[in-house]
């Protein structure tokens, strides 16, 4: 199986500021001082080698959008504005072109998480079959007033491929694209559901918009045994640990340590952090990295093993 992740932030979209740029390309020179580069290649390298990731790139700017490939078609979590990058990828690659099946689950109807379907180019190619799966009873509906003419020009029954919608029942399986995809229900404002994707023996689970408080710690907690021996946990970390229990309580998000404590507890063997806050620039989401492995092993042990990752716009990871 393969994740590659189109739009990471949680919330809204946060674009740079040009003073981010200049501070990024100043740390840059800085580091360069003294060198000398002969060819072209060699300061490639040196960027690629040498400088911190939060200096030489970014973790991005689109909300929620997730492609899971290994599937008979295409699978995606989340129509955030991710979403638009992949179609228009599919659409310089040429694949836009032909006619395909498109599977796209919803964990909830938040603007964050559907904001970007109205973009999605194959949703205006005829021939294009775009199924949408969801728990809540409003999936449709939301999808429909996102693009009613106040908001947007073009209908969303005006998109030319036959695009349907799908409910799901929490807890109940059901085989898509070759996957058997479990929704569970989360603890956020108007609910929202994770989905465990299983096929040759690999699961995924990609969770996100979901609260966990102190009952998180208890073993039989529903949410362990929901993400249980899972190769690959896509977890929503907006917050740190003190907005989490102090000044976001109940907002509806959870912390890169409770990723951490949760995994290690359902014997997750790779975690990936995920719904990045939108006011967190890239060096506080770099240092959040850090010391979220910094953590793990705190937590679990330096023996322990389990893989951290970041998420971020374009990162893929094949497990
Ligand atoms: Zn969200
Ligand atoms: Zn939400």
Wanted: hydrophobic content about 40%; some cysteine.
């Amino acid at each position: 199986m393969r994740v590659h992740f189109w739009g990471t932030r949680g919330s809204l979209p946060a674009s740079m500021t040009f003073q981010a740029v200049e501070q990024k390309i100043v740390k840059a020179l800085q580091a360069a001082k003294g060198l000398n580069f002969s060819r072209d290649e060699d300061i490639l390298h040196f960027v690629q080698n040498s400088i911190p990731f939060s200096v030489r790139g970014t973790f991005g700017t689109n909300t929620s959008c997730m492609e899971i490939s290994g599937g008979d078609e295409y699978v995606i979590c989340d129509a955030g504005t991710g979403i638009r990058d992949l179609g228009n990828h599919l659409a310089a690659s040429g694949s836009a072109q032909n006619p395909s099946v498109f599977h796209i689950f919803i964990s909830h109807l938040h603007w964050d998480h559907i904001q970007g379907f109205p973009f999605f180019v194959p949703a205006y190619i005829p021939g294009n079959r775009i199924n949408i799966y969801g728990c809540h009873s409003g999936l449709l509906q939301a999808f429909e007033n996102q693009q009613q003419s106040t908001h947007f020009p073009v209908n969303l029954h005006e998109m030319r491929a036959e695009i349907n919608f799908h409910q799901l029942e929490p807890e109940q399986i059901v085989t898509i694209s070759g996957f058997e995809v479990n929704p569970f229900a989360q603890q956020h404002p108007g609910v929202s559901f994770g989905y465990s994707f299983v096929k040759d023996g690999k699961k995924l689970v990609y969770s996100t918009d979901a609260e966990h408080k102190s009952e998180a710690t208890t073993p039989d907690y529903p949410f362990i045994n929901f993400i249980r021996d899972a190769d690959l946990l896509v977890f929503d970390a907006q917050y740190n640990l003190l907005d989490a229990i102090d000044s976001k309580l109940n907002w509806g998000h959870s912390s890169n340590l409770a990723g951490v404590e949760l995994a290690v507890s359902a014997g997750v063997k790779r975690l990936c952090l995920f719904h990045q806050d939108p006011t967190d620039d890239d060096s506080v989401l770099e240092d959040k990295l850090a010391k979220t492995r910094s953590y793990h092993k705190i937590y679990a042990g330096s023996e322990h093993q389990m893989q951290i990752d970041l998420a971020f716009d374009g990162l893929e990871i094949d497990f």
